[in-house]
């Protein structure tokens, strides 16, 4: 990751909560190639035209490059509910969805 060092996600909210996870990944993808697109959309990868086209490979590069930095920043239970997805969007969604606090009660929670 260069210079931008960030520490791991692993779902302690002690060490660090998800939305400041969610805050610097997001910001680390807008300033590495735009990989954050990748994260907040499903970017279709399939193309049945000739020459191949270059939004598709594109797309490509931004979905591989998404999904290794959530391997690279995360850790234990998230890292272990990432793994299995192929796609970027859908591992964001997961983690999203398991981590990130829905109501106000879940929000004072986690930070109390």
Not at 9 to 29: P, Q, V, W
Not at 50 to 77: C, H, M, Q, W
Request: with cysteine.
């Amino acid at each position: 990751m260069d210079s931008l060092k960030m520490q791991k996600f692993d779902g302690n909210s002690l060490k660090m909560d998800f939305e400041t996870y969610e805050t610097r990944l997001l910001a680390i993808g807008a300033i590495k190639d735009g990989f954050d697109a990748a994260l907040l959309t499903n970017l279709p990868i399939t193309s049945i035209s000739l020459p191949p086209d270059p939004i598709i490979e594109t797309n490509i590069k931004l979905r591989n490059l998404a999904k290794s930095y959530l391997v690279l920043t995360l850790d234990g239970p998230p890292l272990n509910l990432v793994k299995g997805c192929a796609n970027p969007y859908d591992a964001w969604q997961l983690l999203i969805s398991m981590y990130k606090p829905k109501t106000m009660n879940e929000y004072a929670r986690l930070n109390s």
